[in-house]
């Protein structure tokens, strides 16, 4: 039963280039929500989706940031133009989407992100 | 808006000493709290979580958490810490679908 899968795992740019990072969330799963983690900071949160919608926005940089669940595939957060404060490690997790208390979240590994 | 604090960025014990991680929360309404383990380069472990059915929570790898809402608190417990428990640890309050996280804390264990 695999959890959640995060590619690549570590991930070099330029500054100028794209990133894309890759979600698949664990089996069963429908909900995926985006984590960044700066260093000497705790996981601060980008943005929630479900298949083909957005449902919360309110932590991604309004500028070079989008992420989208497709209908089939994975999740992808994608970065344009990288600067070099775009360095951190990139988590995803992933829900059921159950009401109430039962609904917790799994994390994958992360992918690390270096801007060279 | 809800918010978390880890008090003591470093926590250092011995093998066999009592580990505590102090967690301190607001939130406007009844919270869901979490406590996650890293170990390096990898992802987010849940340990245990409170979900209002009972103010102690047991978790895994033998950590256990109390709640209490007079204090705003729900600091993070081992009885005997052992080399394996080296991590770092984080806390977490969900008031709705996404987690706030505290900075977290790294757990030394020396021999």
């Known amino acids: 039963n695999a959890g959640v899968m995060q590619n690549p795992r570590h991930l070099v740019r330029r500054r100028g280039q794209e990133a894309r990072l890759r979600c698949s969330p664990m089996?069963?799963?429908?909900?995926v929500y985006w984590y960044r983690q700066l260093p000497e900071e705790g996981l601060k949160f980008m943005v929630y989706?479900?298949?083909?919608?957005?449902?919360?926005e309110s932590g991604m940089p309004k500028e070079r940031f989008s992420a989208e669940f497709p209908k089939e595939g994975p999740s992808i957060l994608r970065i344009q133009q990288v600067v070099r404060g775009d360095s951190a490690a990139y988590f995803c997790a992933s829900s059921h989407g159950l009401a109430g208390s039962t609904d917790t979240q799994y994390f994958g590994p992360g992918t690390r992100l270096t801007v060279l | 808006a809800q918010s978390v604090t880890q008090l003591g960025s470093h926590v250092s014990v011995s093998e066999g000493a009592l580990v505590l991680l102090r967690c301190n929360y607001s939130s406007s309404v009844p919270p869901y709290l979490f406590w996650y383990v890293q170990y390096p380069n990898q992802g987010l472990q849940l340990l245990l979580k409170y979900t209002s059915a009972a103010t102690l929570v047991k978790g895994i790898n033998g950590f256990e958490a109390e709640f209490k809402k007079s204090e705003t608190s729900f600091h993070l417990t081992k009885p005997s810490a052992h080399m394996s428990d080296a991590a770092e640890y984080f806390c977490?309050?969900?008031?709705?679908?996404?987690?706030?996280f505290g900075k977290g804390t790294m757990l030394l264990v020396s021999p």
């Open positions: 977490a309050v969900s008031e709705g679908s996404t987690l706030t």
């Open positions: 089996k069963g799963h429908s909900h």
């Open positions: 989706l479900q298949k083909e919608n957005i449902i919360d």
